[in-house]
């Protein structure tokens, strides 16, 4: 199965900016491959509250998609530098209102092996949402506002960050 051609993608690198839901299940089929025994697919669903909010009813994003492509690249670039046996990445964010529930992004990695693939896409989210132009409105019942956690966006300038294996870090 090859990737879609919405986005950027080759044989083994599918990066999309959608305007709906990604397609997880076409993403985790593509990912499979013969040499691969793991395959790990991370969603990031919108959910229902956040600090001092319970009742958020949904989130909205916004990207400055010309550099969000190149920074797509930039990071299946690194997540390959990092871990060389990852055979597929895939990398998608969805733009404009995404309703409770619905996911907003996917990173998925495979690789012949589970640790491989579980670090490789660890570091694949955490490093989008240090690096990627993306901003995120959420709405509630008492109003709206353009994000918590407002923060520089990093670069893709020097070494990447060494990847931990510790669950939590």
């Given amino acids: 199965m090859s990737a879609p051609s919405n986005g950027a993608a080759n044989e083994n690198t599918w990066l999309a900016i959608l305007e709906h839901e990604p397609p997880i299940a076409e993403a985790y089929a593509w990912a499979v491959q013969p040499d691969c025994g793991a395959v790990v697919l991370f969603s990031g ?3 229902d509250h956040s600090d001092g909010r319970p009742d958020v009813s949904h989130l909205a994003y916004e990207t400055y998609d010309e550099v969000l492509l190149q920074r797509f690249e930039a990071l299946a ?6 871990w060389p046996d990852v055979r597929r990445i895939a ?5 404009g209102e995404v309703p409770i529930g619905e996911s907003s992004v996917i990173i998925v990695t495979s690789s012949p092996h589970r640790d491989v693939a579980f670090e490789s896409a660890r570091h694949g989210i955490d490093r989008l949402k240090a690096t990627a132009p993306i901003w995120k409105r959420e709405v509630w019942s008492g109003g709206e506002s353009w994000g918590l ?3 520089e966006i990093d670069e893709f300038d020097g070494p990447a960050p060494t990847p931990s294996t510790e669950v939590g870090s």
């Fill in 45 to 47: 669903t919108a959910r």
């Fill in 77 to 82: 670039d690194e997540i390959r530098n990092l």
């Fill in 91 to 95: 990398i998608m964010h969805r733009t």
């Fill in 149 to 151: 956690d407002a923060r």
